[in-house]
């Protein structure tokens, strides 16, 4: 059994395009988180959301935004693609202790090329 | 100013030999650690939290220094199948986006 899963697992677009990523998680966690990494391999974390807040990283340019249709879902919406979106993105969930995030539970990951 | 720092190496040990790799963290308020490996091309996985005390896993071994802020990885008796990059995560209260901090990661390679 999958814990989160995202799909696709890779994608090859145009620049300009509007693409969406999806993610699920079977692990009953209340954050999700999505991740960008990029040619360089670092990974930074671009938005946490649970039922009740979204939490932006301030870097993180508005033509990405995340939608929830519910508890399990955080899917990845980017409009008007450009050129340095190309990385890798994953999808994460994990629970919230005492106000620390535990332990993040990654999906597979997203490889996205912007032509 | 970067958050949280770590050797990118490569460190390039030979089977069966000790390493150790440090992280440092600027922000003192920092509350719960842990250490990530990732294999090439796949996700993140959890390696170990990193507790006060320090703790032990098997052939690894995790430690905090709150004083100096940092906090180390030891792996003993080092495996081909250690051969990843060790991403050091730094936590604090807010539970979300803004509460995480991934270090860029130390690449290690065991060589036969």
């Known amino acids: 059994d999958t814990a989160v899963s995202q799909t696709p697992k890779y994608l090859v677009t145009q620049m300009g395009n509007d693409k969406s990523i999806k993610c699920e998680q079977n692990?009953?966690?209340?954050?999700m988180y999505w991740y960008k990494q990029d040619s360089k391999k670092f990974l930074k974390i671009m938005f946490s959301?649970?039922?009740?807040?979204?939490?932006i990283n301030e870097t993180v340019p508005n033509r990405f935004s995340p939608k929830s249709p519910d508890k399990a879902h955080l899917n990845l919406h980017i409009n008007s693609l450009e050129l340095g979106d190309s990385a890798v993105y994953f999808c994460?969930?994990?629970?919230?202790?005492?106000?620390?995030?535990?332990?993040?539970?990654f999906g597979p990951g997203t490889r996205l090329t912007v032509l | 100013r970067k958050e949280v720092e770590q050797d990118p190496g490569p460190f390039n040990v030979p089977e069966g030999a000790t390493v150790a790799f440090n992280c440092t963290y600027s922000?003192?308020?920092?509350?719960?650690f842990f250490w990530y490996r990732q294999d090439c091309r796949k996700e993140p996985k959890l390696l170990m939290s990193?507790?006060?005390s320090g703790n032990e896993d098997g052939r690894f071994t995790a430690q905090l220094n709150r004083a100096s802020q940092y906090i180390s990885l030891l792996i003993r008796d080092s495996k081909l199948s250690d051969s990843a990059t060790y991403l050091c995560?730094?936590?604090?209260?807010?539970?979300?986006?803004?509460?995480?901090?991934f270090g860029k990661g130390t690449h290690l390679i065991i060589q036969p």
């Open positions: 922000n003192s308020a920092s509350q719960s």
């Open positions: 995560v730094v936590a604090q209260s807010g539970g979300g986006a803004d509460g995480l901090t």
């Open positions: 990193v507790y006060s």
């Open positions: 692990l009953g966690h209340d954050t």
């Open positions: 959301y649970n039922n009740k807040e979204l939490i």
């Open positions: 994460a969930s994990s629970q919230v202790k005492g106000g620390l995030p535990d332990t993040q539970y």
